[in-house]
């Protein structure tokens, strides 16, 4: 990774989809990308906290991203798949439609996030231009995709009580 | 290298804390009137060790105290200043301060405030001055003083001449014997060639010397014998031999200090310029030599040496030794006789120490992950006896491959168990900070404090712990007036006990203060709206209010305890690890919290029950019985309470997949209910759709990835991958409704 670093700022990023919009993160946090899996479903947790999941022998909650940033939750499909990443030194798994890509952006390139209307603020970093690549390399077009601040969407504030 | 020497750190702190250990339990046994050579000499060593190290890394504030308190240790040590209570208490404080430098050191922050302590310890090494020149004759005179006293010249002599003396025989060659200056102390010669691994083990040489070099070391010759040709050189070995000189005024026990971090088999040779020998002792006479009184037994573990054989034994010996043949030794002798025995044991515990100490220090994640391992073993063990017929298990020796299996789990839960001791080490500082805000004296008896429980357990009972000595003190014990006037002696007494019942640590906590002033208590308790007025309500219940959320007594909020916060804590804590508190409460007797602890966090005896298509673990510990009701057995007292009948009592039900509002779940017909005991609620009956088996599961914390749950203790994951939860009953089954009815109803039962 470090090698890529150099003073050009560069930075790559993995891009995936929920309903038609473009998401992107760091590609450091990311741990695996594995199939969707029904988790074990948790009492007591917000609607978004799917539930939990074993990954290779810890016990790692699943949570809807959409829901999460408060979109309608995503509906399954045979390409939902879950990522799991590592936010400050803990793992979460999150629900996502479909992986696109994995793409090299320039730190420059990334504009900050107009006061968007989400549900959690500051998860959304900031905002760059990407080329969406698809099967038909002419259909190429550019797309704007969000990029997430994952500690926003950190999971280990203790929710006060079960319902 | 900084990665080393973080490492290297982070071991001399890992010694630090241990040093302060012994330390404090010296001091504290000198506090209670154990003043004996060997418990001094403990907390010198102790001391002397931090010190040491932390020269080496360059911690100046640390060093400085610690060199300024080992003095006068060292006075005491030589019996210059007497161990009396006062001299034992100032040690205490500056037994403090040292471990506020010690963790203002491990986390790079200002270091504590000295000044008042330093002046206090200079003030003891002041009195001793004084002491001395008024009465020269009955300070213990150094040894070395006294020899010069006499004023004969050393010869050198063949000890064989001694037997007169009464001596053992003892052969010795003194050959080459440059006369002794006995004015100045010569230089020192020291001769240091690090172990070939030395550099890669993060033993860098470069410290070492500069350390020396502060000391007024100079670097006189490098022997480069052992370098290899450009062929063969490895440039991450070590092959120099470095010989430096000291000034003789150096202390010898500095020098080998700045050796404290260096590579056992290191090259190490320390001596006093020409005037030096070695000396061939064929019988173990090394503490005849001691008889002298002229000499410290060098605090040299042979090993380290790298010198040769252990038998026969070589020592050094400096080379003064030889004036012992002149007349006025002999009558010197007598009188030396006693110091000389006293310093015996010393000599045979530090021998002892070389041998015993066989352990070695293992990073706790490995052990975890060795831990994880085994329960998954555990687990593959007992998913292979389910799909094997009895028979065949036989077969393929299962039942000895699940002995064996069993064996190796219990072998690394112990490497994971430590004496509770740790957790315990930390309340004497806490009381002696409380006795100073609240003017009480407290005495403190510990007992079982080498009992063992899991790392885990340890830290985490520290908090209530706290908490509860806080209570104790701040609450239970009376102040010195009033204790007076009970007929108690005025200070008051604080019992700290552990031990081990079953698969479960008890921790005992006990004041003989005043005991739960229930009136108050009650009053309170309706004053907040914990209890209803006219709420029948027994003692036991009474005392448990105390843990009542929000509840306090204190007249005014104290900066002690009193924040109405502190018992609460304390039981949320313990229920949390899976424990139980008890309180039992004699008015004017004192108070006793009980808290009973499971032995490990990591392991759980579990019975697994299903509901719909999820399975949950139930601990064993909290099941009584099964009950498979017959029709009618369970009946609805209103539409959302039930009770089911047993032997003529009734007894409530809870339906799990209810209590965790799983609104698919349908119950069927012959639902299985498990009657359970609750510290909360008493006994109850939990509905489950079937139990699937009883087996043990490795716990896995929520919290690591997510938060706890209530009413959850975990997770396991099971044979096939998925993932059980696992049942915090207390927390399950605890009435959730207002917390008046949550304090009354949430007593011990």
Same mark, same amino acid.
């Given at each position: 990774m470090s090698t890529e670093d150099s003073e050009l700022d560069e930075r790559k990023i993995v891009t995936f989809t929920l309903g038609n919009r473009l998401f992107g993160i760091d590609m450091r946090s990311l741990i695996e990308i594995r199939e969707w899996e029904e988790p074990t479903p948790l009492p007591s947790v917000p609607p978004y906290v799917k539930g939990v999941t074993n990954l290779r022998g810890s016990v790692v909650p699943v949570v809807g991203l959409s829901e999460r940033l408060g979109w309608a939750p995503s509906e399954l499909h045979s390409r939902s798949c879950i990522l799991v990443v590592t936010i400050a030194g803990r793992h979460a798994g999150f629900l996502v439609d479909e992986v696109q890509d994995i793409v090299v952006i320039q730190g420059s390139e990334i504009q900050p996030a107009p006061?968007?209307?989400?549900?959690?603020?500051? %998860?959304?970093a900031g905002l760059v231009k990407i080329e969406r690549r698809t099967?038909? %390399? %002419?259909a190429n077009a550019e797309a704007m995709c969000l990029l997430l601040d994952l500690d926003a969407l950190s999971l280990t504030r203790q929710v006060p009580d079960f319902a | 290298m900084s990665d080393e020497l973080d490492e290297i750190q982070g071991i001399f702190f890992e010694e630090c804390a241990e040093g302060l250990a012994v330390a404090e339990q010296g001091l504290s046994a000198m506090a209670e009137g154990d003043v004996s050579s060997e418990t001094i000499a403990g907390v010198f060593r102790a001391v002397h060790s931090i010190k040491g190290g932390s020269g080496a890394f360059g911690h100046a504030a640390l060093l400085a105290f610690s060199h300024r308190f080992e003095n006068v240790l060292d006075e005491v040590r030589a019996g210059r200043i007497p161990a009396s209570g006062e001299v034992t208490q100032t040690m205490l404080g500056a037994f403090d301060i040292l471990s506020d430098h010690v963790t203002a050191a491990q986390g790079g922050t200002e270091p504590p405030a000295d000044a008042v302590m330093l002046e206090q310890l200079d003030a003891i090494l002041e009195s001793k001055g004084a002491a001395s020149q008024v009465s020269p004759v009955v300070t213990a005179p150094e040894p070395v003083a006294e020899l010069d006293d006499f004023g004969f010249t050393p010869v050198a002599a063949v000890i064989d001449d001694f037997d007169p003396f009464g001596f053992e025989p003892v052969a010795v060659e003194l050959d080459d014997f440059a006369s002794p200056e006995p004015a100045e102390p010569a230089g020192w010669t020291v001769r240091f060639g690090p172990s070939r691994g030395a550099l890669a083990n993060g033993g860098e040489p470069m410290l070492v010397i500069r350390e020396l070099e502060e000391m007024g070391a100079a670097v006189t010759a490098v022997d480069t014998g052992a370098l290899p040709g450009l062929r063969d050189l490895d440039p991450e070995d070590s092959y120099f031999v470095w010989t430096l000189t000291l000034p003789g005024s150096v202390a010898e026990q500095d020098i080998r200090d700045c050796f404290d971090f260096v590579a056992p088999d290191s090259l190490i040779e320390i001596a006093r310029a020409a005037a030096v020998v070695m000396v061939m002792v064929e019988e173990p006479a090394a503490e005849d030599f001691d008889g002298f009184g002229v000499f410290e037994p060098l605090p040299v573990s042979l090993p380290d040496l790298d010198l040769a054989p252990a038998e026969p034994m070589l020592t050094l010996v400096p080379a #003064? #030794? #030889?004036? #012992?043949?002149?007349a006025p030794v002999v009558q010197a002798a007598p009188a030396k006789a006693a110091p000389a025995q006293a310093e015996k044991p010393k000599a045979e515990a530090r021998q002892g120490s070389v041998e015993v100490a066989q352990s070695i220090r293992v990073d706790l994640s490995k052990l975890d992950q060795l831990l994880n391992l085994v329960g998954e073993l555990v687990i593959r063990g007992s998913i292979l006896s389910d799909r094997l017929s009895p028979a065949d298990q036989e077969r393929v020796e299962l039942p000895e491959l699940s002995r064996l299996t069993r064996q190796i789990q219990d072998n690394v839960m112990s490497l994971r168990a430590q004496p509770i001791k740790q957790a315990f080490s930390r309340v004497p500082r806490m009381l002696r900070d409380l006795s100073a805000e609240t003017g009480k004296k407290v005495v403190l008896e510990t007992i079982g404090e080498m009992t063992e429980v899991d790392k885990g357990v340890i830290e985490k009972i520290g908090d209530p712990l706290t908490h509860m000595i806080r209570n104790a003190v701040d609450h239970g014990i009376e102040s010195a007036e009033e204790r007076l006037a009970a007929g108690k002696p005025a200070e008051g007494t604080i019992h700290l006990s552990a031990e081990q019942k079953g698969a479960r640590i008890i921790v005992r906590v006990r004041d003989d203060g005043r005991g739960i002033n229930r009136e108050r208590v009650r009053a309170k308790a309706i004053e907040r709206g914990i209890i209803s007025a006219d709420a029948p309500i027994s003692d036991e219940e009474i005392d448990g209010l105390i843990c009542a959320p929000g509840f306090s007594t204190a007249e005014t909020i104290s900066n002690i305890s009193g924040r109405g916060v502190g018992m609460d804590v304390v039981r949320s804590n313990v229920e949390a690890l899976g424990g139980r508190l008890e309180i039992n409460s004699v008015p004017g007797e004192g108070t006793t919290f009980t808290m009973a602890l499971p032995l490990t966090l990591a392991i759980l005896d579990g019975m697994i029950v299903r509901l719909g298509d999820q399975r949950f673990v139930l601990p064993l510990a909290n099941v009584i019985e099964t009950v498979q009701p017959e029709p009618g057995q369970v009946q609805a007292t209103s539409p959302s309470s039930e009770v089911i009948e047993l032997r003529g009592q009734y007894l409530p039900v809870r339906r799990v997949g209810e209590l965790f509002g799983m609104r698919s779940h349908r119950v069927p017909e012959d639902s299985l209910v498990i009657i359970v005991e609750s510290e909360t609620a008493g006994n109850v009956g939990l509905m489950v759709d079937t139990i699937d088996n009883r087996r043990e599961v490795v716990i896995k914390s929520l919290e690591d990835n997510l938060h706890p749950i209530r009413g959850l203790g975990g997770a396991t994951i099971l044979g096939d991958g998925s993932i059980a939860l696992i049942l915090d009953i207390d927390a399950l089954v605890a009435p959730t409704g207002g917390s008046s009815k949550y304090a009354l109803k949430g007593m011990a039962a």
């Open positions: 006061d968007v209307e989400i549900n959690e603020q500051g %998860a959304i099967h038909d %390399a %002419a | #003064a #030794a #030889a004036p #012992a043949v002149s």
